[in-house]
């Protein structure tokens, strides 16, 4: 590594990282606009991607996204580190095959089964393109077929192999359903398709500058190093003030506030649960201080909303919401007391995230002290 390369401190990937994920300031774009330029939203959570736009655009109705699944030009689709992702439909179609060898590798390991891979894929493409199904049918279906094995597995298997999206109302906003399968290919009529190389792009637009540790983090894809090692001409590479060890790379035009633009303290901001803001990095220290890493994630794997101050994780965000009340309770990871601006600040944008969520029960913020 060449001793001459810039530097960037971590405050400096902190406001570079905000501004990638439109979070520095809301956006005018549109909701599809949005989720192509993420990659992606996070979505095992059927309610996130509907909260994880709110602070991201500025002129932004749930509906908006709710009408791209229904008319079919966003699916719900199993992509990045095997989880369920809310993507353009012609994302979908470019990024399956990328992140096919991560998704085949972890069923196999999870869920292996004796039969004949080819003759079980096409099976199960039969039976999903005949009519959505869930997995449960899907098992109950695949069993007699191929009795060996068990009728989950098989079931996890066509998961794997075929690329199946969710159809609605699974998703919907105010509305959803049981989780029921068709393949992407019956669902759409995209052909987009991509590579490596072109992912990388995608990556470092949305969540650079980063390490190659780091894109493999928000994949899942390993022996990455080759690629950037490709695409380095192209690229700018920087080191981390921290280490001073670890190249970070990043496309040559895209946002790096520094100097004053870097320095002036920002507004709350409230992001949604799953954010792929903290779900992208090896290191996320950027955006999530390590005392504070053990509060955001729960022993299943749930995240909460977060509640970022001066653009760094200082507490979560959960709504419990009845037909008549509806309370956004805010859990304070920090000692120190957020002061009465933010305080007001977080409170006017929990409000909006409870009129969305809750339009007609009584509302209430609610601050609890750290556990």
Same mark, same amino acid.
């Given at each position: 590594m060449s001793p001459s390369l810039p530097s960037l401190d971590r405050r400096a990937l902190n406001r570079a990282l905000l501004a990638r994920q439109w979070l520095l300031e809301p956006r005018t774009a549109t909701a599809l606009e949005a989720i192509e330029h993420l990659v992606g939203l996070q979505a095992q959570d059927v309610k996130a991607p509907y909260f994880q736009l709110v602070p991201r655009l500025a002129a932004y109705d749930p509906s908006e996204l709710s009408s791209l699944l229904e008319s079919r030009a966003a699916v719900r689709i199993v992509l990045m580190r095997g989880t369920i992702h809310l993507v353009s439909a012609r994302d979908a179609h470019a990024l399956r095959p990328l992140v096919q060898p991560v998704i085949t590798r972890a069923t196999d390991g999870n869920h292996a089964v004796s039969a004949d891979r080819a003759q079980l894929t096409r099976a199960g493409r039969q039976l999903v393109e005949a009519q959505p199904r869930t997995f449960a049918q899907l098992a109950e279906l695949l069993g007699p077929r191929f009795p060996d094995d068990d009728p989950p597995a098989l079931a996890q298997?066509?998961?794997?192999?075929?690329?199946?999206?969710?159809?609605?109302?699974?998703?919907?906003?105010?509305?959803?359903?049981?989780?029921?399968?068709?393949?992407?290919?019956?669902?759409?009529?995209?052909?987009?398709?991509?590579?490596?190389?072109?992912?990388?792009?995608?990556?470092?637009?949305?969540?650079?500058?980063?390490?190659?540790?780091?894109?493999?983090?928000?994949?899942?894809?390993?022996? @990455?190093?080759? *690629?950037? $090692?490709?695409?380095?001409?192209?690229?700018?590479?920087? =080191?981390?003030?921290? +280490?001073?060890?670890?190249?970070?790379?990043?496309?040559?035009?895209?946002?790096?506030?520094?100097?004053?633009d870097a320095d002036p303290r920002l507004d709350p901001?409230?992001?949604?649960?799953?954010?792929?803001?903290? @779900?992208?990095? *090896?290191? $996320?220290?950027?955006?999530?201080?390590?005392?504070?890493? =053990?509060?955001?994630? +729960?022993?299943?794997?749930?995240?909460?909303?977060?509640?970022l101050i001066?653009?760094?994780?200082?507490?979560?965000?959960r709504i419990k919401a009845t037909k008549k009340l509806a309370a956004l309770t805010?859990?304070?990871?920090?000692?120190?007391?957020?002061?009465?601006?933010?305080?007001?600040?977080?409170?006017?944008?929990?409000?909006?995230?409870l009129a969305l969520a809750a339009p007609d029960a009584t509302r209430d913020v609610v601050f609890t002290p750290p556990g």
């Open positions: 298997q066509i998961r794997a192999r075929v690329p199946l999206v969710q159809v609605p109302p699974r998703g919907l906003w105010g509305r959803s359903g049981a989780p029921a399968h068709t393949s992407l290919e019956a669902w759409t009529d995209h052909h987009d398709a991509a590579t490596v190389d072109d992912l990388v792009g995608r990556y470092l637009g949305a969540f650079g500058p980063a390490t190659v540790q780091d894109m493999q983090k928000w994949s899942g894809l390993t022996r @990455l190093a080759e *690629a950037f $090692a490709r695409l380095r001409g192209d690229l700018v590479v920087f =080191t981390d003030a921290e +280490t001073g060890k670890r190249e970070l790379f990043d496309l040559p035009d895209a946002p790096r506030p520094a100097g004053a901001i409230l992001v949604g649960p799953f954010d792929n803001l903290i @779900l992208s990095h *090896a290191d $996320a220290s950027r955006v999530l201080p390590q005392e504070h890493r =053990t509060k955001v994630m +729960t022993q299943n794997g749930l995240i909460a909303g977060l509640v001066d653009g760094v994780v200082a507490g979560n965000w805010i859990a304070r990871f920090t000692t120190k007391p957020y002061t009465k601006r933010d305080t007001a600040q977080i409170v006017a944008r929990a409000e909006r995230l």
